[in-house]
């Protein structure tokens, strides 16, 4: 291996998005993650730490039709999943699956579903190998 190796600082996950205001409002005003840049048809988010989220209208002209939504999870890691369920019930955002324990995976875990469609999981690692575990 070269250690020559240029470094990696930041993560950004580019999403289609089908309707942009609505997206701005689940992800700035009911998540309440910080934009961090707005580019007129994309808005970038910070999703915590050097990880960002990137909602845009438009991916390119290359694609006639937005990517399907079923096989994209967006996890978001928290100290407290049960409070954010109860937040997102009170936001009036149902409820894909309520808080569970998952044992296979160790981790604490519940799903909602963004305007655009795309699988939202807040999750709780409980497994102490975890580098974010405190």
Known sequence: MSNNRPPIEQQVTFLHARDLV???VFYEHILGMKLVLDQGSCRIYASGGDAYLGF???LGAHMD???TTNHIVLTLVTPDVD???DYLVGQGVPIEKPP???EKFNIYQCFV???NGYLVELQT???P???GRR
């Open 129 to 131: 190998a975890w580098p």
């Open 65 to 67: 039709t937005p990517p």
């Open 100 to 102: 569970t324990l998952n």
């Open 113 to 115: 579903r963004d305007p």
């Open 22 to 24: 609505e997206t701005a």
């Open 83 to 85: 409070g954010w369920h």
């Open 56 to 58: 845009c209208q438009t």
């Open 125 to 127: 690692f409980l497994d």
